[in-house]
């Protein structure tokens, strides 16, 4: 089952802050973050394991809710180079399982 | 952190004809890799799953004897296309299970004509 993204596009200036929501109708087992430039592979930002979960590096965070079937990606004073596309991959059975990817979030930050 | 390469990065080629794609984890063992595929403006889409010294498991509604895949050690896989067709034109990305996380490749960028 495709998870769901929102929003599908966000237009920001640098600076301002962003939230990207992911869902799911059933439990997951993990929640993947990834951003994307035009052209290029994916590139890893971050995995959620734990309900209730909150973890982040530099001004990028996530969180993961109890039920664990929602995560959000949250950007806080962006920069031109968070631009891209912002992918989360889902896993239901483990580790060694191939992820579902949701649709993907637009993010474009303007100077 | 973990490396994977893949090769070539771009390729064109004819309807008809086979192209192979070669995905390596550098600084990595990986049992397991993934196959994805990704169609312009589109999101990732899980191909097929490779198990170093087993066959690959496909995902509903992907060819298993069109999209050929050996996984004959732990630091490679790889994926044939074979009769290429235009509509098999697209951005093919591997990727290396690690311990928590998937790492990917850069991609593989294919054109049939």
């Known amino acids: 089952q495709q998870p769901v993204q929102s929003p599908q596009a966000v237009i920001l200036r640098e600076g301002e802050d962003a939230v990207i929501n992911c869902s799911s109708s059933?439990?997951?087992?993990?929640v993947h973050w990834y951003r994307q430039k035009h052209g290029e592979a994916p590139i890893f930002l971050m995995i959620?394991?734990?309900?209730?979960e909150q973890k982040g590096h530099d001004k990028i965070s996530a969180s993961f809710n109890e039920k664990k079937q929602q995560s959000s990606l949250y950007l806080t004073a962006s920069q031109l180079s968070y631009s891209g596309t912002y992918f989360c991959?889902?896993?239901?059975?483990?580790?060694?399982?191939?992820?579902?990817f949701g649709k993907g979030t637009h993010l474009i930050i303007q100077p | 952190g973990a490396v994977v390469s893949q090769h070539p990065s771009r390729v064109i080629c004819k309807s008809g004809t086979s192209v192979k794609i070669e995905c390596r984890s550098l600084?990595?063992?990986?049992?397991?890799m993934f196959w994805y595929r990704q169609f312009p403006k589109q999101s990732l889409m899980l191909m097929a799953t490779?198990?170093?010294?087993?066959?690959?498991?496909?995902e509903q509604g992907v060819e298993k004897d069109k999209f050929l895949i050996n996984h004959a050690s732990l630091t490679l896989s790889t994926l044939t296309v074979t009769s290429a067709h235009p509509e098999d034109s697209s951005f093919y990305i591997c990727?290396?299970?690690?311990?928590?996380?998937?790492?990917f490749g850069p991609g593989t960028r294919l054109l049939v004509l």
């Open positions: 990727s290396g299970a690690g311990a928590e996380t998937q790492y």
């Open positions: 959620l394991l734990k309900g209730g």
């Open positions: 059933k439990a997951l087992y993990s």
């Open positions: 490779s198990n170093e010294g087993s066959k690959a498991t496909y």
């Open positions: 991959g889902t896993s239901y059975g483990g580790g060694a399982d191939g992820l579902t």
């Open positions: 600084d990595f063992q990986a049992t397991t």
